[in-house]
């Protein structure tokens, strides 16, 4: 059984990001994984738990974010075992 992952790297562009406020000083204050593991997830100082993406076949694993939450490297899985 062979087992495929693929790393990418998520960039956390302030202006692309969902959120009605496009700001250049956007801070994010957190970005995690949603409890289902579907979505990737961020906090600014005026959000809480906005979705940067969301995936409903697969299940994300944050390896990496930089010190100003700016960038963040994932793994995403399949949320199935295939076999």
């Known amino acids: 059984m062979k087992k495929a992952y ?9 202006m692309s990001c969902s959120s009605t406020e496009k700001t250049a000083s956007r ?4 970005v995690y994984i949603s409890a289902d ?21 697969s299940v994300f694993q944050i390896i990496e974010t930089t010190g100003d939450n700016q960038w963040i490297i ?4 399949a949320a199935e075992a295939s076999g």
């Open 6 to 14: 693929i790393v990418f790297i998520l960039f956390i562009m302030i």
């Open 37 to 57: 593991g579907n979505s990737i997830l961020l906090d600014t100082p005026d959000t809480q738990g906005e979705v940067l993406f969301e995936e409903r076949g």
């Open 27 to 30: 801070i994010v204050t957190k």
């Open 74 to 77: 994932v793994i995403q899985m």
